[in-house]
């Protein structure tokens, strides 16, 4: 697996014209541990990640409160999803985003990931910090480049067995 680090050290002001009516973003206060199953298994996250937790343990990590979930919801209905670390002092780190399937295609990804950012430069970092694989969609390092990360580093992880 190859993983590429990205930052910004300075907020874009990005121009994106909303694409659709009925959108709504939400900061989740307390999110639930199944609400939580639920947004990043439908975003296409690797199910093993959360299988190790009990819905205590990730209720826990998910109540610190220097953690935050947006939910994107259009009519109505929970489309992606965002998530921010921000336990390191002066950085915010995008650690999660993504659309569900269903609403991949729409033109929605660029306008998420600018609010994404806009909403990341909201607790005034000296840097905000993400990654990407080659397991993520063929576009989302151009993407995030678009709106302003800067690779800085590029590390490959063996899935090879050694003998």
Not at 28 to 40: C, G, K
Not at 41 to 55: A, I, Q, T, V
Not at 79 to 86: H, N
Not at 104 to 109: K, M
Request: glycine share 10%; charged share 30%; net charge negative.
């Amino acid at each position: 697996m190859i993983t590429t680090y990205l930052e910004m050290r300075e907020h874009p002001r990005l121009q994106v014209r909303w694409p659709h009516r009925g959108g709504m973003l939400l900061r989740l206060d307390e999110p639930s541990a199944p609400f939580y199953r639920y947004l990043y298994e439908r975003m296409g996250g690797e199910p093993d990640r959360l299988r190790g937790l009990s819905d205590a343990d990730l209720r826990e990590r998910l109540t610190d409160p220097s953690l935050d979930v947006f939910v994107f919801f259009l009519g109505g209905a929970p489309a992606g999803f965002f998530e921010f670390d921000r336990r390191q002092e002066g950085e915010v780190g995008l650690t999660r985003l993504g659309l569900f399937p269903e609403f991949r295609g729409r033109r929605l990804g660029k306008w998420l990931l600018a609010f994404a950012v806009d909403a990341a430069w909201d607790y005034e970092p000296d840097r905000v910090w993400t990654s990407v694989t080659d397991r993520d969609d063929a576009r989302t390092l151009l993407l995030c480049q678009w709106a302003g990360f800067v690779p800085y580093e590029t590390t490959r992880l063996s899935t090879e067995p050694e003998g």
